[in-house]
């Protein structure tokens, strides 16, 4: 059974950090290209950062870029989201996704449950 849990994410002023964690277990794990998605209330879900297998990122949303990286622990089977420089409009819920293939070139076939970040003042 594939299972990817988040954790990490909480309230945070314009400005702050968080680091999001994603621990995966069921499948292995550096086969896959992993990635992160957000979703904003009343809005799709997006996808912000994708890690290949040979740890090559891609970025996705232009608004994260610079603010935002993406890595990988293979030995942990652990995916990381480090969030610098937090705005008001990077509020969503943010989840870690397993892409069937080992590059970024796709949507999650596996997800998780979600992390609630909230950045407010």
């Known amino acids: 059974q594939v299972q990817l849990v988040e954790s990490g994410g909480g309230l ?10 994603c621990a995966g277990s069921g499948f292995t794990f550096h086969y896959y290209a992993m990635a992160w998605f957000r979703q904003a209330p009343g809005k799709e879900r997006e996808e912000v950062l994708c890690i290949s297998n040979s740890d090559d990122s891609t970025a996705y949303a232009d608004s994260v870029k610079g603010r ?3 890595s990988r622990d293979n030995a942990k089977r652990m995916v990381y989201l ?3 420089a937090l705005k008001a409009e990077d ?4 989840y870690c ?4 293939s080992s590059i970024c070139n796709g949507l999650g076939d596996y997800w998780g ?9």
Request: proline content about 6%.
């Open 97 to 100: 996704a397993r892409i069937p």
């Open 113 to 121: 449950q979600g992390t609630q970040v909230t950045v407010s003042s």
């Open 12 to 21: 945070v002023q314009p400005g702050g950090s968080l680091r999001l964690s």
């Open 68 to 70: 935002f990286t993406i």
């Open 91 to 94: 509020t969503a819920v943010y």
């Open 82 to 84: 480090q969030m610098n």
